[in-house]
């Protein structure tokens, strides 16, 4: 349908989250409308000279869209924008600022597997993958993405209530000399120094080391 | 940390302040970018990527471009914003402060420079002159995450 | 007619372990409250943008005879300093600093170190610093200096793991920072020295 008058205010804060280079196009409906709001929604290559149509997300409701596949290129930078229509009134487009998914994403922490002996705890960390197009899609691991990443593993006795840090380039860790028969919790956090990207912390994995057989 | 890294542009071996330079333009990238309307245009970006520079050719191009932000960009972007200025300033010196050690390679034919690369900085030049001095200026400082990501 | 306000004098830096500030003596008006205001100019500036120097708004009409610089000091070149005086419409000349500043001349001090034996694990605290800091942590077996290890830690996280021990001989360790940016370090720290299974830190 022909887009009558556009005098519908825009919708707001139209922004990129990005997470492992998942990247979801969000807004606000815009001011003082209720139900009933359709969108649509185009992306442009930073530097490239049109404006690209999302057709799976024409005439939405919704308040997002998923744009990973049209950004998964993280050496390009991209715009989106979004239209919002009421009732045969449309709004102006609105643009979100430069995303650049390199630098603008935000990172899972690894995944922590742990196992023990008597006096000792193995630790194995994965990075997460990038955002991939298909579960048959070639796995990226953020490690290449971010040659520089390292992991800061917190490890926690929990007779004692002591927590030692280690700071690691290598995704796997032993910690020998433990106590038998004691629990350690082990969290883990990727940091990569340029560009400045840190993940949270991941939840703890507690493992305890096996009794003392001697004892 | 301070992020100083040793970059190995063949046998020229330069330490860089990346992550101060980065903090820097991260606080205000949103600032620089919105005063660029044009969506179409790129400094660096187009039609050649930096990212598809020959390995042999990263030394010569990368020691263009920081004379190019030195000499022509940065002094092109004084806003009215005094905390951007003072960023601005920051990420000048320490811009002078490289290209300075990149001289010294050049001056040691350790950074030499090939045809491809000239055309590429030609190219880069082209588009900067395509755009009035300011605009040119202001869109090239809103690029250098794209110097940067590159570089690094 | 108004007299000039005389400029600022004494102008200095004080510099510690990346922390630069700009202090000089108060300027004395009888019942009067002298505010100052201070500006930079770093090499870019005088040799690309006419000499232009940059005010510091933090620093502007401030009745403090002293100006945290740090934040504008961030990049390893000469930096000149000026400071002038201000009494409503009355200002005086700038003073310039004598010289100009860098900050790779910025002293360094060791850091804080603590040493704790976990068992039978080497473990150190040390003082955040700030991102600028990294620490260049070494540890030996007492009566082994020569077979001395290092660990570079970049990150201060509070207690940092450094290494297991053997029981019985004491282990000693000291710590120095290191600043990437000027690719200097400070001088190592007193020397510390525990015992696996509990030992006591001995301070040396």
């Given at each position: 349908s022909g887009e009558l008058y556009c005098s519908l205010p825009k919708?707001?804060?139209?922004?990129?989250?990005?997470?492992n280079m998942k990247n979801i196009l969000h807004w606000s409906a815009p001011e003082g409308t209720g139900d009933g709001v359709l969108y649509k929604v185009k992306y442009s290559v930073y530097g490239v000279g049109k404006w690209i149509r999302k057709p799976e997300c024409r005439n939405i409701n919704r308040?997002?869209?998923d744009l990973s596949s049209e950004t998964s290129d993280y050496e390009e930078q991209y715009y989106a924008s979004v239209k919002a229509f009421l009732n045969g009134m449309c709004s102006d487009w609105m643009e979100t600022t430069r995303f650049n998914p390199?630098?603008?994403?935000?990172?899972?922490?690894?995944?922590?597997?742990v196992s023990s002996t008597e006096k000792s705890i193995s630790i194995i960390l994965t990075a997460p993958e990038k955002w991939k197009r298909s579960s048959e899609g070639e796995s990226v691991s953020l490690l290449q993405v971010y040659p520089g990443l390292q992991y800061n593993v917190s490890v926690l006795n929990k007779k004692t209530k002591k927590r030692w840090f280690f700071s690691i380039s290598n995704n796997t860790l032993v910690v020998p000399w433990l106590e038998p028969g004691t629990a350690y919790c082990v969290s883990a956090q990727i940091h990569v120094t340029t560009p400045l990207l840190h993940s949270g912390f991941s939840k703890e994995y507690c493992i305890a080391t096996l009794k003392d057989k001697t004892a | 940390t301070a992020g100083n890294k040793i970059f190995h542009f063949g046998s020229c071996r330069i330490s860089m302040s990346v992550t101060e330079i980065r903090s820097g333009f991260t606080a205000i990238k949103a600032n620089i970018q919105a005063r660029d309307p044009v969506r179409t245009l790129s400094i660096l970006s187009y039609p050649h990527s930096l990212h598809k520079v020959k390995s042999s050719d990263r030394c010569c191009i990368t020691h263009h471009l920081f004379n190019f932000y030195v000499d022509k960009v940065f002094k092109h972007c004084k806003t009215e914003d005094s905390y951007v200025n003072r960023k601005i300033s920051s990420i000048a010196n320490s811009?002078?402060?490289v290209k300075r050690k990149l001289g010294q390679c050049h001056e040691q034919k350790k950074c030499m420079c090939g045809q491809e690369s000239t055309e590429k900085f030609n190219q880069i030049l082209a588009n900067y002159e395509g755009l009035n001095v300011t605009s040119a200026a202001i869109k090239s400082l809103g690029e250098l995450d794209i110097l940067l990501d590159w570089v690094e | 007619e108004d007299a000039l306000l005389p400029a600022p004098q004494n102008i200095s830096i004080l510099s510690t372990n990346m922390k630069h500030f700009l202090t000089w003596s108060p300027v004395i008006?009888?019942?009067?409250?002298?505010r100052y205001s201070v500006e930079f100019q770093g090499e870019y500036e005088r040799e690309y943008v006419n000499e232009s120097w940059i005010p510091i708004c933090e620093c502007s009409l401030i009745a403090a005879t002293v100006c945290n610089i740090t934040e504008d000091i961030s990049a390893t070149v000469a930096y000149n300093l000026r400071v002038r005086a201000d009494i409503g419409a009355r200002r005086s000349e700038w003073g310039t600093l004598k010289g100009f500043f860098n900050r790779i001349t910025t002293s360094l001090t060791p850091p804080l170190m603590k040493v704790i034996a976990d068992g039978?694990?080497?473990?150190?605290?040390?003082?955040?610093?700030?991102?600028?800091?990294?620490?260049?942590?070494?540890?030996?077996?007492k009566g082994q200096e020569s077979r001395v290890q290092q660990k570079v830690v970049k990150e201060v996280s509070s207690v940092i793991h450094l290494d297991?021990?053997?029981?019985?001989?004491?282990?000693?360790?000291?710590?120095?920072?290191?600043?990437e940016a000027i690719n200097r370090s400070s001088s190592f720290s007193q020397t510390q020295c525990v015992r696996a299974q509990g030992g006591r830190s001995m301070w040396l």
């Open positions: 919708p707001r804060n139209v922004h990129f989250e990005s997470i308040t997002w869209c390199l630098t603008d994403t935000k990172i899972d922490p690894p995944m922590v597997s | 811009f002078l402060s | 008006v009888q019942g009067e409250t002298v039978y694990h080497l473990l150190v605290e040390l003082e955040d610093m700030g991102p600028a800091f990294q620490f260049c942590v070494l540890y030996w077996k297991t021990m053997e029981a019985g001989p004491d282990y000693c360790v000291k710590a120095q920072t290191y600043v």
